[in-house]
């Protein structure tokens, strides 16, 4: 049984040939009654010639189909039409003519004389032009169609590719964090087994998390902080008094969208990097606030800032970041700007700076740009 996507272009073709060859049977009639007579002899030799243009042409698409002609060369198409096309003419007015001759018997007006050759030809190459428009709209018809059945195809490709490259990243990134998370807990397993346990309570969940969103591109910034807290507290088992913290964050910025674990990864590789080399360890604060960009359109600027110095190797970035700036080129293109290097006013500091468009699940609250609130945007965790 035909789908309904294959029936439907079917059903248009016909409607279309059945509405073309009946107004081409009219106009015909309007013709001859001009330059000759109004009768029924002449309606119905004017409909004995679109039914059977209706035939010929319809058993030519049938021809066209099944030899794939829309795949032949535009020469070679030409050539096979030429040739099809006056076949066409010759026979609709062998065809035409009997049936013509059949209907002045039945009518008891045939009449003695000749064969009225000069018309018969001058018809067929009416014919032959008329086939050849039928041929354009065809072919045309079907040449478009089959380009956007191919832009279609394009952008499904792409967004296919888009979502492998998405799902790939995303797999690099979960076990890169939960090595890191691992390596954790197996420092305190024997010193303090029940806090241990609670340590891997967090990492699973935190790996839930993740597991979870392998198939979601953005989750709302307030889902985001709270595996930011749970890594935080994880971290704090093995730095202790070494890892001081802060969070602030606007109310209004809570319900935007951003790239999962991607705050995670910027506090990772600010502690990674930054904290966790230094004997005395330092302190990360994290500011996530709404401003105005290019255009008067609203964003999200999320900064990470922790003690230490940037000073990467060239060739060996870290795999957390350089994922989550191919995410961000994924989602967003040029309108998210990721960059990370040292303060340009505060010494011994390393500053990350993201600025993403501002989407979200619910319209923020405006918020003026001076207000700051101690209560709500700032979430006050654990430190060790």
Known sequence: MPSSRAATPNRLYWILQIAGWTVYGAFGTVLASVFGKFSFFVVAVQAIVAAVMLLLSHLLRRHVQRHAWVQLSLGTLLARLFVTNVLIAVLSQMIIGFCVVLLLVVTHQLTGGGFPWKQYIGYGLNVFSVMWMWSALYFGWHY?????????????????????????????????????????????????????????????????????????????????????????????????????????????????????????????????????????????????????????????????????????????????????????????????????????????????????????????????????STSSSTFPFPTA
């Open 144 to 372: 478009l169609r089959g380009y956007k059945q191919a832009e279609v195809d394009k952008w499904k490709l792409a967004a296919a590719v888009r979502e492998a490259e998405m799902r790939t990243l995303k797999a690099q990134i979960n076990p890169h964090f939960m090595f890191n998370g691992l390596n954790n807990i197996r420092a305190l397993v024997m010193e303090d087994p029940s806090r241990a346990r609670h340590m891997i309570t967090h990492l699973s969940d935190l790996l839930r998390y993740s597991i979870q969103l392998n198939s979601t591109e953005q989750v709302p910034l307030a889902r985001e902080l709270e595996i930011v807290e749970h890594y935080l507290e994880l971290e704090a088992v093995q730095l202790e008094e070494r890892l001081t913290y802060s969070l602030e964050v606007d109310q209004a910025a809570m319900p935007t969208l951003i790239p999962p674990m991607t705050l995670q990864l910027l506090v990772e590789n600010a502690i990674k990097h930054g904290i966790a080399p230094r004997p005395d360890g330092g302190s990360i604060a994290l500011t996530a606030l709404t401003a105005r960009a290019d255009l008067g359109t609203q964003a999200l600027h999320i900064t990470v800032r922790n003690t230490g110095h940037y000073a990467p190797t060239p060739g060996h970035e870290g795999v957390g970041l350089r994922n989550a700036q191919e995410r961000l080129q994924l989602l967003y293109g040029k309108h998210a700007h990721f960059s990370i290097g040292n303060d340009p006013v505060l010494p011994a500091t390393v500053l990350a700076e993201l600025h993403l468009p501002l989407t979200s699940q619910a319209q923020p609250v405006s918020a003026d740009p001076s207000y700051t």
